[in-house]
């Protein structure tokens, strides 16, 4: 659980935010095929439900605690993917993968919108000694639209939607074994 306070200077009162981070339960499977190609595949979850139920308190003299249900739901992920030894010093990789959403549309934030996620992954690594490699990778994906609607008694009603919403990720690696 993660904490943070708030302190006013003109008051004794503090107030705390507590927040769950996911727990997360990732089973996953390698098979060589023969000297050239390797399949890989797995399959996980998250505990989001806890991640949304944030803990709000003040401690002053009359001290008020609550929980705040975001209605976050537990999220599945499924991946395939496979590797190709291209030589001795090249290993090229390529997958695919597919995440649930952690919050339905009705209770989407602006704060965190988040949706279901197709994700798709290239990499190479290149041994470039016995106990040096080099490795880059490139990873895209995918949100398609995520509406939101949210309410608050500050601001009124917002509403719109992320449109065609995508993301890229770029990684660039060494292992270096001593």
Known sequence: MLGMSLMPTASPSQLNLGMTVPQSVILGGYHKL??????????????????????????????VSLTKNLQYDDTWHGAIGTQYRASEQWLLSAGFACDTSAVSEANRTLSLPMGKAYRTGLGAQWQVSKAVS???????MGAG???VTQDSA?????SGSFENSWFSFFDVNLTWKF
């Open 134 to 140: 080099l490795g880059a990778a490139c990873e895209f």
């Open 34 to 63: 023969n000297a050239k190609w390797a399949l890989m595949a797995d399959v996980g979850w998250q505990n989001w439900s806890q991640f949304g139920k944030v803990d709000e308190g003040v401690d002053s003299a009359n001290p």
């Open 154 to 158: 500050f601001q009124g009603t917002v």
């Open 145 to 147: 639209n995520m509406p």
